[in-house]
């Protein structure tokens, strides 16, 4: 089970205004499971996204990537930050401006749609041709155009999209639209997952009550840039295109970009945010005001949560385990060196056997890539447990304190290098024998 991770409270997710989500039984890869999930997204909605590092991305990252780009493309040649104009405005009212403003929200993206069982990754050009028909087919049941569509997919890699089972099931995830769907929402983009994973939020921001909801997927194939896995936060704040992008940028950094379980970086990897604009806040135009600071803050708190329930619900996961690199010369060597230590097998099966074989963290700090690290002048700790130090075993370090530690549930590994003030902490998980029964069979 996962690793001090509940289900969600449906109950508990709150609908975020500007946002409906439909979920159907599509049969894409087994039956008898929602594996089809649409999001459609209200008039002046704004989307931003990053994506996989991986160079053989997925046919739905390709094509996302895009429909993204040619929005935003149309938004910079038609002024689209300035102020959101009235949703009833008509043709032949008020200026120019705020005409070609209405134009630009018709052309925005207008749903999400996301099927689980199949990648569509590995798959040529036929791929591309499978996620743009996907598009296509939504576009039509909604009334808009196929560049207003993004998809995403998740599941086995190298095997046809069957795209006429999406066809045919997203008359029923359109039929099926709500605003209260995140639980079901969150379930339906399960893989491996064992549980779903949610979360909202509500804050004040200059008095105004705004709203975020997100759900995520993942539980294997786990490393940075991106974790394996879909992640889709929404907020009602308004908040100009290029401030939205650098958002959610920042937000995957302190979040998503900070966890691994295995250290295979997937062919699908999408979080993508959306701020519909529908919460009285006026439109956040600027990354210095401190609406800006307080919503990337509250979108970030969204995302560490669910990025650590990833890590808790890790194929096989038996303990949560932070590791926190303190006083670094730079982000850069904090994370060289607390990725040696969270992707290390070794590592990681000694801590799930609660075995304090510590000088596998040795020997990943040093094989780190910091060729100038004095390793006399480190500090190794397991929570309170001082393990190393002056290059060596610590004088007060007993092994059954540090057994001690390892057999707790979460476990935080804690280096002190020493040279500078920079610090960075990263969260995976340990590998148990399910962690290869898991990926074994997976294709099964």
């Given at each position: 089970m996962p690793v001090n991770l509940s289900l969600p409270v449906a109950e508990q997710l709150l609908p975020v205004a500007g946002v409906l989500l439909g979920i159907a039984e599509a049969n894409i890869k087994r039956e008898d499971r929602k594996d089809l999930l649409v999001i459609q997204l209200c008039e002046g909605a704004r989307v931003a996204g990053v994506f996989t590092k991986n160079r053989f991305c997925a046919a739905p990252v390709i094509v996302a990537k895009e429909h993204l780009a040619n929005v935003h493309g149309n938004d910079a040649n038609r002024h689209a930050h300035s102020p959101l104009p009235s949703p009833l405005l008509q043709a032949g009212e008020g200026d120019n401006?705020?005409?070609?403003?209405?134009?630009?929200?018709?052309?925005?993206?207008r749903a999400l749609v996301v099927n689980t069982g199949n990648a569509n990754a590995g798959t040529g050009e036929q791929g591309?041709?499978?996620?743009?028909?996907?598009?296509?087919?939504?576009?039509?049941?909604?009334?808009?155009?196929?560049?207003?569509?993004?998809?995403?997919s998740t599941g086995v890699i190298m095997e046809p999209l069957p795209v006429a089972k999406i066809a045919a099931g997203l008359p029923a995830a359109v039929a099926n639209m709500r605003a209260d769907n995140w639980f079901d929402a969150a379930a339906a983009i399960m893989t491996t997952d064992i549980v779903a994973k949610a979360i909202s939020k509500q804050l004040e921001i200059d008095g105004v009550t705004v709203t975020i909801t997100g759900i995520a997927k993942g539980s294997g194939m786990i490393h940075p840039n991106m974790a394996t896995m879909l992640g889709y936060i929404a907020t009602d704040a308004a908040i100009a295109q290029p401030l939205l992008q650098e958002l959610v940028r920042v937000a995957a950094n302190r979040s998503f970009n900070c966890i691994t379980v295995d250290g295979d970086t997937s062919t699908n990897d999408s979080l993508m945010l959306i701020a519909t604009g529908q919460s009285a806040l006026p439109e956040i135009s600027s990354s210095d005001s401190s609406a800006y600071s307080a919503l990337l803050d509250a979108v970030s708190e969204v995302a560490i949560f669910l990025a650590q329930a990833i890590v808790r619900d890790g194929e096989g996961a038996t303990k949560f385990i932070t590791v926190a690199i303190e006083g670094g010369r730079s982000d850069e060597e904090c994370r060289k060196i607390g990725y040696a230590i969270a992707h290390s097998p070794l590592v990681k099966t000694a801590f799930?056997?609660?075995?304090?074989?510590?000088?596998?963290?040795?020997?990943?700090?040093?094989?780190?890539?910091v060729d100038d690290l004095d390793v006399s002048a480190l500090q190794l700790y397991l929570d309170e447990v001082l393990v190393s130090e002056?290059?060596?075993?610590?004088?007060?370090?007993?092994?059954?304190?540090?057994?001690r530690?390892?057999?707790?549930?979460?476990?935080?590994?804690?280096?002190?290098l020493n040279r500078g003030d920079v610090n960075a902490t990263l969260w995976t998980c340990d590998f148990s024998y399910d962690y290869v029964k898991i990926n074994a069979s997976y294709r099964s």
């Open positions: 401006e705020r005409l070609r403003e209405t134009q630009i929200h018709a052309d925005g993206i591309l041709q499978d996620a743009r028909s996907t598009c296509a087919a939504l576009a039509g049941l909604l009334g808009c155009k196929t560049t207003q569509i993004l998809p995403f799930f056997a609660s075995d304090p074989n510590l000088g596998r963290i040795l020997a990943a700090i040093g094989y780190a890539g002056n290059g060596g075993r610590a004088l007060s370090y007993r092994e059954e304190d540090g057994q530690v390892m057999q707790q549930a979460e476990i935080t590994i804690r280096v002190v």
